[in-house]
Every structure is written in structure tokens, then in C-alpha cells.
């Protein structure tokens, strides 16, 4: 194994120290910096650019996976955390390998075997996903805009709109672009507050003030911000259910 560099991104600085002594038996990886939450751990990746990162999930600010959301660069991940119930998603993100805590010096070993076996330190952006795995709904929606980082609470969100290969996120103070698909956001929603009323758009039931019939089978959604929407047959059949009408 050629020599490696890495960085350790977790809130806790025990988990931190106990991965420094770990690594004091494998003289190839290099650690080059620590991060304590998320906002710094991108910001150092994006300067750093290290070969591996050993991340933890849960953490203050934004979570892991919000985190390699706001990459330019993406090295191998590790992660580190003693939550199970993420797992399949951590292996969406091109995951080495997925360490439950406490791990033992031998388990952490293996990972860095499989760090050894891997055809190429240096990965791709890893693919959306197309199906949400969130055991409760998302409550942020974290973007990155330019060099801003903005977080959106999802009360916040009068509707979304699709625009290509990226979603249109539209509050009151603005709108924003994020690069994944309405399918996942549709899943991943509360869907007792969100409803898909077109192949275009989500809404936020809690800004909707007015349905008219349009013809046949078209309708047309009022939001209090002013805002007119598009309401497919199915969509309007799904807002029937929620809204009680």
C-alpha cells in the first residue's frame, strides 16, 4: 500500500484520539488534520484533499452525509459511528467499510485491509440516490450555493420544482437549486405535509389556500405566497387524501 493521507472528522475527541492510536500501527497513512463537525470537515477536505476520511455520522451542525454532499473533492470514507441503521446508505456513498462503536483495534485493522484491496484511492462522486432509506423524514435540506452553505429547515419550504437533473427549492427568502431527484425528495418528505402533485412539483400542504377544477381532468393549486401550481389527476387525488376535501 503506497503511503496514504487522511483526516478524522468526529465531534468526539475520545473517538478521535482512540483512531490516532490505531493508526500508530499502519506508518502509511498520514493524518493530516482533524474536524470536529461537518462544515469544518468539507472545508478541510475541499483544501486538503486527503485519500481517506474517517467520518462519523451523527453530529452537531450537519451529519456525515450532508457533509459529502458539499464536496469538490471525495476521498474514501470510513465511517465511523455507532449507529447501525445507516449502513446501506453509508455503502451508497462508496463506503470502504462501516466500523460500529466501540470497534476493536483488529476490526479497525480490517478496514485498512480493505482500504489496501481498493483499485483506486481517488473515487467519483458517488451516484444519487434514487430511493430515500431515512428511517424518520428529512428535516434540512442542506445546499451548497457557490461558496455559501445554507441550511433549510423543511417547514421552511413552500414547494419544489423539478428543472432537469436538479430540484428548485423555493421559501420565502428565496430559491435554491440542489443537484437530486424529486423521486428521493417525494420519499424522503413527511409525507403528511408533502404531497407530489405533479411530476413537476412538491408542495408544502400548509401553504395551499385554494384548488380550482381547471378542466377534465387539470387543476390549478393557490399558494399563499401568490404562487400558482400544476395539478395532475393522481395529484389531485392525493391532495383530496390529505387535505380531507
Excluded at 10 to 20: G, H, N, Q, S, Y
Excluded at 58 to 69: S, W
Excluded at 74 to 93: N, V
Excluded at 176 to 188: D, F, G, I, R, S
Aim: proline letters at 4%; aromatic letters at 8%.
Amino acid at each position: 500500500m503506497n503511503k496514504i493521507t487522511a483526516i478524522i472528522i468526529d465531534d468526539e475527541e475520545p473517538a478521535r484520539a482512540l483512531i490516532k492510536v490505531y493508526l500508530g500501527d499502519h506508518p502509511k497513512i498520514t493524518l493530516i488534520g482533524e474536524a470536529t463537525n461537518g462544515f469544518e470537515g468539507a472545508k478541510l477536505i475541499n483544501e486538503a484533499s486527503p485519500d481517506l476520511v474517517f467520518l462519523d455520522i451523527q453530529m452537531p451542525k450537519i451529519d456525515g452525509f450532508e457533509m459529502l454532499e458539499l464536496l469538490d473533492n471525495h476521498p474514501k470514507i470510513i465511517f465511523c459511528t455507532a449507529y447501525d441503521q445507516y449502513a446501506i446508505k453509508a455503502f451508497e456513498k462508496n463506503a470502504v467499510d462501516y466500523l460500529l462503536k466501540p470497534f476493536s483495534k483488529s476490526r479497525f485493522a480490517e478496514a485498512i485491509d480493505k482500504l489496501a484491496n481498493a483499485h483506486s484511492l481517488k473515487t467519483t462522486k458517488p451516484s444519487l440516490p434514487l430511493v430515500a432509506d431515512y428511517r424518520t423524514p428529512l428535516h434540512r435540506i442542506v445546499i451548497k450555493d457557490r461558496k455559501e452553505i445554507v441550511i433549510i429547515d423543511v417547514e421552511d419550504i413552500h414547494y419544489i420544482a423539478a428543472q432537469d437533473d436538479y430540484v428548485e427549492i423555493h421559501t420565502q427568502a428565496g430559491k435554491w437549486l440542489k443537484q437530486q431527484t424529486m423521486k428521493y425528495l417525494e420519499q424522503a418528505l413527511d409525507q403528511a405535509n408533502f404531497v407530489r402533485v405533479h411530476r413537476k412539483y412538491i408542495v408544502n400542504i400548509s401553504q395551499v389556500v385554494k384548488l380550482d377544477k381547471m378542466g377534465k381532468e387539470s387543476y390549478l393549486l393557490g399558494l399563499k405566497s401568490g404562487v400558482l401550481i400544476d395539478v395532475s389527476a393522481s395529484g389531485y387525488q392525493l391532495l383530496k387524501q390529505q387535505l380531507s376535501i
